[in-house]
């Protein structure tokens, strides 16, 4: 973090041990609340610019899985790609959503995700690693 006099670094090391999930960062991405969610190689983090305090996500599914891509959408959803499937954040009771057969209509296999976009208008994208490649979409 650079504030325009010095810069902060944020790792895992001797004295801190535990501060990030893993110093092998994927992806960062900000949301509106001025939050970095930060994925890993074995799970989410969150930094809150303001105060500069981290959090490990304590997700029993996120925390030990990578974390490809992070999207924050144009209303504000913020979604993730994981090697286990997509989950977005739900900021009304602190929690994730995965997205699945069961609460997708049986169109939205759990499968390895690695790339999300934003479409313009209806849906939200998501590209999925499979032989053959499937893409996949969510309503907003």
């Known amino acids: 973090q650079y504030d325009g006099y010095s810069i902060t670094t944020y790792k895992s090391n001797l004295y801190c041990p535990d501060l990030l999930s893993s110093n092998n960062i994927f992806c960062v991405a900000e949301d509106s609340c001025h939050r970095l969610w930060i994925g890993t190689y074995?799970?989410?983090?969150?930094?809150?610019?303001?105060?500069?305090?981290?959090?490990k996500i304590e997700n029993a599914e996120l925390s030990s899985t990578g974390i490809s891509q992070i999207l924050v959408t144009s209303d504000q959803r913020i979604l993730f790609a994981t090697e286990i499937g997509l989950y977005e954040y739900k900021e009304i009771d602190n929690s994730?959503?995965?997205y699945d057969t069961s609460n997708t209509g049986g169109g939205f296999p759990r499968?390895?995700?690695?790339?999300l976009f934003e479409a313009?208008?209806?849906?939200?994208?998501?590209v999925m690693r499979r032989k053959p490649v499937n893409i996949g979409s969510i309503r907003r």
């Open 120 to 126: 313009p208008g209806i849906v939200v994208c998501i």
């Open 111 to 115: 499968a390895t995700i690695k790339s």
């Open 96 to 98: 994730f959503l995965a």
């Open 42 to 55: 074995s799970g989410l983090n969150v930094l809150d610019k303001r105060t500069g305090e981290v959090r």
